[in-house]
């Protein structure tokens, strides 16, 4: 869909990202530990927001409407109702409508289609937060937690990490139909942790990955899954980082830039967007992104462009072998060709698509419900040259955002182009 009505990201914040491997987690042997608690998912979500206010110079009172994405507050943090959890994070927004948005991974992505649609109704200023904590359980309880994204009654059975099977199940299929190896999949790790490494952001900032300790299993990366068939395609390092975090971004009319005082060279526009959803548990290709293919393709067509004119992008790689889907479901790679692209250098940093600029879900980290918010924010920050020892070096144009919720079920894709006058 193209909006009829232009919409803008005004401003953006993300908080950083933490969880075990990070030294701003609190956690057994932490020298703050017994002192200290982690941010509680309110704490999150009301320092985004007001990040995103003090750091912009924006008045709250000027927000309409606001969309919060959250998948899992009930079962994580025992909280609900967070739309009006996030009218906590200043007194001048008190009154304004605001609501919860769940479509688990994918839910800051349908957060940002809400406040799309919302400025295309006639609003003009409209915040959309996303925000996880998923460290207050042990794993296998979060695991537990997370297959609610899946069909629950047919695929929890699968493994007790619901999640990880699915995705290794793709794994396995795709490794025995076009013969990918597990050292051709660490090379999405490496890439990730070494963008992570430049930002300080990042969940994984501090962590440090080989090659070959990301090719190989053992005690330092060990196979988690139960399932016997599906046990040797995942390995820990194969995994998007268990997050907490937030991150925000605030979208506009062309009026409502000029009642923010923001000129539009300070902007990036939405150009078009794709939103698909597919039945639950209903896969019907383990070699393809089905969903997102649809997404990508009604943005991109919407927008009038081709894989070809996404100069940098940030796409769901909650496993290695998501990211490898994700190129050949954009278009970027034929099917089965995929690691090609990855190996080729170009979607590195260096290279001339850099995919996943920050690390990422391997690196940057994944609480569930920011992530679609927080791709929309990356690609902002990279246009506007806010990324510091991770930003690329050249004027960028066109970007692309791809948020995928459960096994390829919900995805939503952002066409987001530059503005530069």
Known sequence: MRPARPVYIA??????????????????????YGKRDNPTLEEHLCTVVRKLL??????????????????????FSKQGHLGAMVARADARLASKGFTRVEAACASGGVGLVGAIEAIQAGFDVVLVVGAEVQTTVRAREGADYLARAAHYATERPIDDFT????????AKAYKETYGLTDRDLAHFTVKAYSNANRNPLAHMHAVKITLEQAATAGDHNPQIL????????????????????????????????????????DCVQVRAYGFCTNPLGQVQNLLRFDTTAAA????????????????????????TIAELLMYEAIGWAEQGKGIELLLSGRTSLEGDLPVNTGGGLLGFGHPVGATGVKQAAEIYRQMKGLCGDYQIPRELHTGLTVNMGGDDRTVVALVLENCTV
């Open 11 to 32: 401003a953006q914040a993300i908080t950083p990202f933490i969880g075990k491997g990070n030294p701003h987690f609190i956690a057994p042997g932490h020298p703050e």
């Open 54 to 75: 003090d750091d912009h110079g924006i008045d709250p009172s000027l927000i309409q409407r606001g969309f919060v994405g959250n998948f899992a507050g009930e079962l």
């Open 163 to 170: 999640f990880p099977a699915l995705l290794a199940r793709r």
């Open 226 to 265: 139960q399932n016997p068939e599906l046990k040797p395609h995942l390995k820990v390092s194969d995994c998007s980082q268990v997050s907490d975090g937030a991150a925000a971004v605030l979208l506009a009319s062309e009026a409502g830039l000029q009642k923010l005082g923001r000129r539009k060279a």
């Open 296 to 319: 990508v393709a009604e943005a991109l067509r919407d927008a009038g462009c081709t894989p070809q004119d996404v100069q940098v992008a940030e796409v769901h790689d909650c496993f």
